[in-house]
């Protein structure tokens, strides 16, 4: 008999076991960077502003396991069917103003350099 996944496997499809420890850390709900970096956070990062660039990092490698919002962090199959939307809404929102920034700053760095 073949044996099939388990559907609420919560292991990280990242080979990072520093992914694996922000995993453990939104497994029961939302969790903020204050929580995680509280909960053994220190051991990883030396000031908190760090820690909250390599959580959205993190939350990146998690190939869409770990979603993020005002909450905090959560697991992608303990959230409601309107965080996640929400979740991936926010971000490809993000994603579209950066990239009008970015093309108003090339038109800009082409005037300025007279092309």
């Not at 559907?7 to 960077?33: E, K």
Request: aromatic share 6%; glycine share 8%.
């Amino acid at each position: 008999m073949t044996e099939q996944p388990d559907l609420f496997d919560v292991q990280p499809r990242s080979n990072n076991p520093l992914c694996q420890y922000m995993v453990d850390r939104c497994i029961h709900g939302w969790a903020t960077a204050q929580m995680i970096y509280r909960s053994h956070g220190k051991a990883f990062f030396p000031h908190q502003p760090a820690c909250s660039r390599q959580l959205r990092e993190w939350a990146e490698e998690s190939n869409g396991r770990i979603i993020s919002g005002n909450k905090g962090y959560r697991l992608i199959e303990h959230a409601t069917p309107e965080e996640r939307k929400h979740a991936a809404r926010r971000l490809i929102s993000q994603g579209k103003k950066m990239t009008r920034r970015g093309i108003k700053i090339m038109r800009r760095a082409h005037q300025i350099e007279g092309g």
